[in-house]
């Protein structure tokens, strides 16, 4: 370990030698990058507080005993813990956006991020009309915040069974300056929202099903598994969802949700209830819209 210290004294060396690392160790990548060059970037250039988006600059440096190790540390942790990144720098990204994350919460990543930059366009005609939200299973708070960017008319209700993640929610809503926007409810799916309407509800449910709960790699096992297991078939969470939303939505309203790769067991499960899969860049079977009257027509 001190001979690495010694031997290491460039940004360029300790990158080269984080990848060389990665790569042996067989890391899983799925929280923010897809490769060991971009992840062992992201990671070195957080440590040493350098822009992440600027590297070339900085390659020959030579970097301080304390910087080297530093960078050691959290290589090592990469590697021999297996934590993902994001719980390293407790940050996480969507677009543009950033996020405080630890271990009581899921690391944000969804496909209702990227429709939420298109304005749910063109099933929402108009975002100044959405004047009432819900994000269902908020987490981080992370796709309520972008609910409020995007429909800036909109009063968010952000619900989680988790009081942890909502003390990260909150840190993310206040960061965000949406304190007045943004209400934080303590709920077991819609359990607490008695009687609460709304224009759009967007959810990202545990929905990971108990074969791939087993076969999770390592990076995983440090979220929050009640984030994940979506039980048997993974629909747990989104039989609920289907069953109780129609009384939650306004005569209008859209109902959006994720079930990852579950598309087979959502339509063997609701064989009668008309949904639209939404395409994004990275899947076309990820995530369902349906209305309240798709919704209360598929129950009858």
């Not at 749910?120 to 100044?128: A, E, Y």
């Not at 087993?214 to 993974?234: K, R, S, T």
Request: aromatic residues 8%; hydrophobic residues 45%; glycine residues 6%.
């Amino acid at each position: 370990m001190n001979a690495l210290l010694q031997d290491l004294a460039t940004l360029r060396d300790w990158l080269r030698y984080a990848v060389s690392r990665f790569r042996a160790a067989k890391l899983h990548f799925g929280h923010g990058t897809d490769n060991a060059y971009d992840e062992a970037v992201y990671l070195i250039l957080h440590t040493l507080h350098l822009p992440l988006d600027t590297l070339e600059p900085f390659l020959d440096a030579r970097l301080t005993q304390a910087e080297r190790v530093d960078v050691l540390e959290c290589i090592e942790r990469r590697v021999n813990d297996r934590v993902p990144a994001a719980y390293l720098t407790h940050e996480a990204w969507l677009g543009e956006f950033r996020f405080f994350v630890d271990e009581r919460v899921l690391i944000p990543r969804s496909y209702i991020a990227e429709l939420l930059r298109n304005g749910l366009s063109p099933w929402i005609d108009d975002v100044t009309e959405v004047h009432t939200a819900l994000d269902l299973c908020t987490g981080s708070g992370c796709l309520a915040i972008l609910l409020a960017h995007y429909f800036p008319e909109a009063d968010v209700d952000a619900a989680d069974i988790s009081s942890d993640a909502l003390a990260v929610a909150q840190r993310n809503v206040a960061d965000y300056d949406l304190q007045a926007r943004i209400n934080l409810i303590r709920s077991d799916l819609f359990s607490n929202l008695t009687g609460k309407t709304y224009d759009l509800i967007i959810s990202n449910p545990p929905y990971v099903n108990a074969v791939s709960m087993e076969e999770l790699p390592a990076e995983y096992l440090h979220e929050p598994q009640l984030a994940l297991a979506g039980g048997d078939d993974g629909l747990n969470a989104v039989h609920v969802i289907v069953e109780q939303a129609p009384r939650h939505l306004s005569p209008a309203g859209v109902l959006i949700v994720e079930v990852g790769s579950g598309r087979a067991a959502v339509e063997a499960a609701f064989p009668r209830l008309e949904l639209t899969w939404l395409v994004t860049e990275g899947s076309e079977d990820s995530v369902f819209l349906s209305t309240r009257e798709q919704l209360e027509g598929g129950q009858r």
